[in-house]
């Protein structure tokens, strides 16, 4: 069975968890932005945060949208099982609990009730295609994982990969919906580390980045130390490749530019320092934390 089921008494329970996982790390490692606010764009990367917990204030502003989207799922939700049993024929030997949430990721799943019950927790922002795929990725961790199993890098590659394959079966070509879009639309890069250097305000904000010395582990090249002093000097500020070539090569990097090389100088550097400091944000460049 397949429910629906929107608690705002919930939504406290919710706001902690995602606090204690951030605690833990768990989002940061994963180069999430941690945000107090939601964004234009980019939502796919956030952790929604407020600094208060305030899920009566929300819901008066997303009442409707929330309304509507149970309606959605009402509307499809015996053509979506039907679909969905084939592939999963033990469906009807769990119950699936959807579980709207004001907080955190765009999605999250778990299992309780000694495995007999899968909770899912989709963002209020989620479109019901959205719901419906996380969904699908539970079941896929729920039958072909192993609700016993904890989900490292094999398996949940493996787990991606089962959901995928089914997601495109139900879904056909909708299963992708960014392929349609302009790659420009997807990276905007200047307003991506606009919000890499917000969540990084924000988590120093939470006192969940702690300061921390940088130390120099190996002796480090020529070029290495031009990066890293111009990394230093921008200290938790993105750095564009430009201005990593400019470094480098200096005036007229333009006619050595590489970002291959970039890229493996950075790799280089990283192995000489304190781990976990340096962080790519793609197609741009790199945050030295």
């Not at 234009?40 to 997303?62: N, T, W």
């Not at 790659?183 to 969540?199: N, P």
């Amino acid at each position: 069975m397949i429910t629906w089921k929107f608690e705002i008494e919930k939504q406290q329970e919710y706001y902690q968890t995602v606090k204690k996982q951030l605690e833990r790390e768990i989002y940061q490692e994963l180069k999430y932005y941690v945000l107090p606010f939601m964004p234009e764009k980019f939502r796919g990367r956030v952790i929604f945060l407020p600094k208060i917990c305030s899920p009566e204030l929300i819901y008066k502003k997303q009442k409707f949208r929330l309304n509507k989207l149970e309606s959605e799922w009402n509307n499809i939700q015996e053509k979506f099982k039907r679909k969905i049993i084939k592939y999963f024929p033990e469906l009807n030997s769990i119950d699936v609990v959807i579980s709207p949430s004001f907080y955190g990721s765009v999605g999250w799943y778990g299992f309780w009730d000694n495995g007999k019950t899968i909770l899912i927790r989709a963002r209020y922002d989620r479109k019901l295609i959205d719901i419906q795929k996380l969904v699908i990725n539970a079941l896929s961790h729920y039958f072909f994982i192993s609700k016993k199993s904890n989900l490292n890098k094999d398996r949940w590659l493996l787990k991606q990969k089962k959901a995928k394959e089914i997601q495109s079966k139900i879904f056909l070509k909708n299963v992708d919906s960014t392929k349609s879009k302009n790659m420009h639309t997807i990276l905007d890069t200047e307003f991506s580390g606009k919000l890499a250097e917000e969540s990084i305000r924000y988590l120093k904000e939470l006192g969940l980045i702690k300061e921390s010395r940088i130390e120099i582990l190996i002796k480090l090249t020529k070029t290495q130390k031009a990066i890293f002093d111009l990394l230093t000097s921008r200290k938790e500020k993105l750095v564009s490749f430009d201005e990593i070539a400019k470094a480098i090569w200096g005036e007229n990097y333009f006619d050595k530019y590489s970002e291959y090389a970039i890229t493996k100088h950075i790799e280089e550097l990283k192995k000489k320092i304190t781990k976990n400091s340096i962080h790519s944000k793609r197609s741009y460049g790199y945050i030295l934390t």
